[in-house]
């Protein structure tokens, strides 16, 4: 079965708004079975949003519309569905006292205007708004012979999903064709996407049945499968074969097996550990401090650090001997190591972590271009330092190198 | 003129992949007057796709094509655009030279399925890809008596953008009607959309002529001013009045009238002053050292600082006294005024700051709840300490954090 899924809001056709409720939707549609084959963004016009149900309604089976069913003028979907279905619409007297009961409980007098969100297309199935005043609207109906499931649903993202979920999926999976599907999601650090390719295809080739979706980030790439089965074992021992020969041919490469973020990961293993972390960081200026506390109890294994922009701060925290930075420069192996042995000492951290490098786009010479940074994890036995040279902007380069640093606490704690 | 912009391409159907171009030429088609009326994603499906094609050409009258220009035979925009405007295909032997000349560059045999590249709808003019191997098209074309403007472009961003910049815009600038079009941006910090559109909905409300876009972001408002008149200084003039009285109605809450960020302006004023900064972050957890050194070239200014994730943090980098720490609690407006000033003598700058909170979703209590949230900026004189409620997620509430931080640096600057 297939599904088109139309966004509508004048403001998604202007250059600073983007739907993304339909990246949500698609993948509940996609647990079903059912592909997504359109996505279509129209704007709060009679004529084209009529135009595009009508063209919708041509081409898929699940239809669903999100937005445009507030109070206002502009708010359109309902007469336009209905338009484009050739159905009338009347107002639902239960709704009407409902909308009225809702301002009266404000202690506010309701717009009469307001009664649009009462309309109903004939035939539909009205969907309650727990976090909103717009309801929703489910239909079925025939087109050219063929079944079509309709859907009218508010825009906001903290509406629909709830909407979507509680009360639509119950509807859909009672009607589409029940389809077995089993997904696995890996993780991998520092690899470039081409590298990872290359190691990967020959085996992903071998599974014409497991969808393989490959995703890079700065230093970070998830492999997504997914495969269809008549039954639910079926599929999940076809994932799983291919998750092990994937996890085989990366080795440790791959960091996560079950969706964990990279910080996520480091987070349990020093808590498996009972250690403790402490930073110093130059060029990515907090980032990496910022991405250990995203996690929600990081305060159990993240004590803190120091951000080192300048060459005092380095010595002021780090103990960084200001020699060691004349003679070596600050973007050297030589402090990148004493940066991670000294906020450890500091800190009386279990692991020490020091970052230095150059983010650009300015400040590059011949000998240390823009996208040289050195990582260093110190454990109090040894210090492991990292060369790298990365592509890319100042936030990019940043980025990569936090990840970098990450993903060697990971493999120093494993 | 109106256009429609189809991005093509399975991936783009998944819930992981989201087109961005649009948003880009979107912003491009608005500045020589062009409305976006419709945005479409199909995939590579050669009936969907044909389909798409044709419905576009009876609707829009510049059409752009994203994608579906590479060797393979999933990439199909050349053969169906041809099908829906009901024309051949020919493959352009310079092209074909071309490739095989790129290949032989690089010392590769090249795939005898690569010539599909260089198949060319008749009548299109070739548009050559200075960053790619898939050379875009552009076609004019009739359709019921209208003209019509085809535009076919690889999908990566950093191929397309080069060539419709310098390809399509100035065939375009030929072709649609000169209008006149000025805008402006005005930056607001921590105020509530509601607040902020109340406060300003009566006064630009009298400027009919002038769109006025309201992007709300954490603590984060942009004011978009758009007008269109017969002159360029009549444009010009509308949005600069109405402007001039959006900043007399927001006072000192705007913080920029030329699109800078927050991190930026805080960064002029600290340079013009002559002034360094310092940050000591408990629950921001170094978000604010990294804004603060996403800019380029802010090592002039941000010397660095500490994150005191951990009580005994607050004592070591910014001598936060433990009893200070045990009578009022590691979130109070004590603390806060300890860091900002502890991290300011510590680090010998001329501001410090201070941030500490609770940013959940765990941690919260009755007498601290989740969200709340003390600001302190030190500048050796006076310590100014803010509280703050904040409401969403950990991510949100540690991105409001920040944001006021810096609001309150900008104003002790001011």
């Not at 009529?50 to 063209?55: D, E, K, L, P």
């Not at 994932?239 to 791959?254: I, K, M, N, R, T």
């Amino acid at each position: 079965m297939n599904a088109e899924i139309i966004a509508i809001g004048s403001e998604l056709l202007t250059p600073y708004f983007q739907d993304t409720n339909s990246l949500f939707l698609t993948e509940k549609l996609n647990h079903l079975g059912v592909t997504v084959d359109f996505k279509t963004v129209v704007g709060d016009n009679r004529e084209h949003l009529t135009a595009a149900a009508r063209v919708a309604v041509g081409r898929a089976s699940i239809i669903i519309f999100m937005g445009g069913l507030g109070p206002t003028e502009d708010d359109l979907t309902r007469e336009c569905v209905a338009a484009a279905l050739d159905r009338e619409i009347h107002r639902d007297p239960t709704l009407v006292t409902e909308l009225y009961k809702r301002f009266a409980a404000l202690r506010r007098r309701m717009p009469e205007n307001n009664e649009r969100q009462a309309e109903v297309i004939d035939g539909a199935v009205v969907l309650p708004n727990s976090r909103g005043s717009a309801p929703g609207q489910w239909l079925e109906i025939e087109h050219d012979g063929a079944p079509r499931m309709v859907m009218l649903l508010p825009g906001p993202p903290h509406e629909i999903k709830p909407m979507f979920e509680e009360q639509c999926m119950p509807l859909l999976r009672e009607r589409v064709p029940r389809q077995c599907i089993a997904t696995r999601v890996l993780k991998v650090a520092m690899m470039g996407e081409s590298a990872c390719d290359e190691r990967i295809a020959p085996i992903y080739q071998r599974y014409a049945d497991v969808q393989t979706t490959i995703l890079a980030g700065a230093g970070d790439i998830q492999l997504r499968l997914t495969a269809r089965a008549d039954t639910q074992e079926a599929a999940q021992e076809r994932v799983d074969e291919l998750a092990g020969a994937l996890e085989d041919a990366l080795d440790d490469a791959v960091y996560s097996t079950a969706g964990e973020s990279l910080e996520q990961i480091v987070g349990y293993y020093l808590q498996m550990r009972g250690a403790t972390i402490a930073v110093a960081e130059s060029c990515t200026g907090g980032l990496l401090g910022q991405r250990l506390s995203s996690i929600s109890g990081s305060s159990r294994y993240f004590l803190g650090g120091a951000i080192v922009y300048s060459d005092e701060m380095k010595t002021l925290f780090a103990n960084v001997p200001p020699m060691l930075i004349s003679q070596h420069g600050a973007v050297s192996r030589e402090v990148a190591a004493a940066l991670a042995e000294g906020i450890r000492e500091e800190c009386r951290a279990t692991i020490g972590v020091g970052i230095t490098g150059i983010a650009g786009p300015s400040g590059g010479t011949d000998q240390k271009p823009v996208g040289l940074v050195y990582h260093a994890v110190a454990d109090g036995k040894r210090t492991n330092v990292v060369e790298r040279h990365y592509m890319g902007d100042r936030d990019r380069i940043r980025r990569w190198a936090t990840q970098q640093a990450l993903d060697m606490v990971r493999r120093a704690m494993m």
